[in-house]
Structures are given as structure tokens and as C-alpha cells.
């Protein structure tokens, strides 16, 4: 078995052979790992899985824009500091300073949701294996240290650009929408129970908001295993319409210059397919 195909049996992985292939070469080249793509399309699904069938150790800090240097980097414990004065043993390492000291691995997920001055913290790691830590001095990284990480096209709410010197640092690998084939089977593999059809029907409906001019952004894959789940738990394929209202209202956005309505555009792409089923086929001469 190749290592790719280990590690897609190992995840629960379906498809993303070319991806985890370019992921496996940069991390076993020693470089930093930047993945990019839509939400919902398994960026950190790939990230994780390649850390782990490297037996890498990882720390995990999830984008956010209230994010600090400090919870970076680490931190001085006030009253530890008052007892005995800044000094390793008032110190707490955050994840970057911990993943260098262990010469492991840094997974950042959804980057550009981090501040300017955070990012600007891990240029030094990057580029030179150290960072500066107040009244300790310079804070040098083993062997090993890498940084993978995650991010959401800039056009996405609460998502920015991340700086040129910053992208720099990184080997970039894109991700985009699966075909419609792997996307039947990971909703499948998600949902068993599901007969086909509804699961055929959950994905044709998720991949129309993706094509649909009424839509300024469409739904993953994850929003066709949530559809698909709340169909069978509202009685099947008949229950297709109920089930889109909920599970996809949080997940796609409409153009406002279309006048739209959500319920009613997605009313009216269940109903297309009634149209369809009920289409009566010619006789037989």
C-alpha cells in the first residue's frame, strides 16, 4: 500500500491524492506548509493527516482576531513573577515557543484571522528558527520545527491578507471542490444509512449553489452531509426542501442584488428535480 493510499484509509480520506502528495513532499522536505481553499473542503483534514503518518507532534491555535503575540509566543505568570522575578520558572511557553523547543510542528488554522501583530511574530521562527522573549532573550528552535497552516480565500468574512513576507515563508498548496462523484462517497461514508438517491440528491443540491447565479457563495461538502442527515431524520428524499432551509441558511450567501429570497431559491432547485422525476418517458413503438 502507498503511503498516500495508508493515509487516506488511516482518515477516512476519499480522493485528495495529488494534495496530500504536494503535503507530504514539502513537510519531508523540511518547509513550511501553507494550505488554502474554500471552507469545508478538508483543509486541516489533509494538514493533520500528513502530520500524523509523519509521527509529527503538533500544536494546534485556531485564527482568531482577539489573538495575541503573548498567547503566541507564551507569557509571564503575574504572581510568579512578584515571588521570584522574570525568569524561566515564571515563563509559560505558548504553542510557537513550545513547538520550537520540541522541534515539532505548529498547525495554525485559518491564519489570515489573525492579527497583523501576531502574524508578524512568526516571520523570525520562520525565517531564522529563533523568536525574541522579553527579559529572556532569544528562543531558538530544534531541528524539526515547521509550521503548517490553514487559510480561507480573502474574499470570506473576518479573513485578510496575509503579508508577502509572510506567504513567502510558505510553500502553497491550493485545494478546491472535489468532483461529484467523491463528494457522493464522502457523504456515504459520513451518512451510511442514507440511500443513494438521497445522497446523490443532497450533493447535486449543495454543488447547484456553487453554479447558481443567485448565490455569491456556495456550499461544501459538509453542508451535503448535514442535509443529507437531516433529510432521513425528517422522513427521506421527500423531506429534501425542509432539510436544505436549515442545513444550508448558515452555509451559502445570496446576492442582494438579486432580490432573492434563500427559502425560495432553494425551494425552487428541489422542486426542479420533482420536475424531472415525474417526466413520463415515451412508449415503446
Request: with cysteine; glycine share 8%.
Amino acid at each position: 500500500m502507498t503511503p498516500i493510499a495508508q493515509i487516506q484509509r488511516q482518515h477516512g480520506l476519499i480522493g485528495r491524492e495529488r494534495e496530500l502528495r504536494l503535503a507530504m513532499a514539502v513537510l519531508s522536505s523540511g518547509r513550511h506548509l501553507l494550505l488554502e481553499g474554500p471552507v469545508g473542503v478538508g483543509k486541516t483534514t489533509v494538514a493533520l493527516a500528513v502530520c500524523a503518518y509523519l509521527g509529527r507532534r503538533v500544536w494546534r491555535v485556531d485564527g482568531d482576531d482577539r489573538f495575541t503575540e503573548q498567547k503566541l509566543s507564551g507569557w509571564f505568570d503575574p504572581p510568579l513573577v512578584l515571588k521570584a522575578g522574570y525568569g524561566p520558572a515564571s515563563f509559560t511557553p505558548g504553542p510557537l515557543a513550545e513547538a520550537m523547543r520540541e522541534g515539532g510542528i505548529l498547525f495554525i488554522n485559518e491564519l489570515n484571522r489573525m492579527p497583523e501583530s501576531v502574524q508578524n511574530v512568526l516571520l523570525p521562527a520562520l525565517d531564522e528558527g529563533a523568536i525574541q522573549i522579553p527579559h529572556l532573550g532569544e528562543w531558538r528552535a530544534r531541528p524539526g520545527f515547521q509550521v503548517v497552516a490553514t487559510q480561507n480565500p480573502v474574499e470570506y468574512v473576518a479573513t485578510g491578507h496575509l503579508s508577502e513576507a509572510l506567504r513567502d515563508r510558505f510553500e502553497h498548496v491550493g485545494l478546491t471542490y472535489q468532483d461529484e462523484a467523491e463528494e457522493i462517497a464522502i457523504v456515504r461514508r459520513h451518512v451510511p444509512q442514507a440511500p443513494d438517491e438521497l445522497a446523490r440528491e443532497a450533493v447535486r443540491l449543495v454543488r447547484e449553489t456553487r453554479r447558481h447565479p443567485a448565490f455569491r457563495r456556495g456550499a461544501s461538502v459538509r453542508a451535503a452531509i448535514a442535509l443529507a442527515e437531516l433529510a432521513l431524520a425528517l422522513g427521506g428524499l421527500p423531506a429534501l426542501a425542509d432539510a436544505a432551509e436549515v442545513a444550508l441558511a448558515t452555509r451559502v450567501e445570496v446576492n442582494d442584488e438579486e432580490g432573492a429570497d434563500l427559502k425560495g431559491l432553494l425551494r425552487g432547485l428541489t422542486e426542479e428535480k420533482k420536475k424531472n422525476l415525474c417526466v413520463i418517458s415515451p412508449s415503446p413503438s
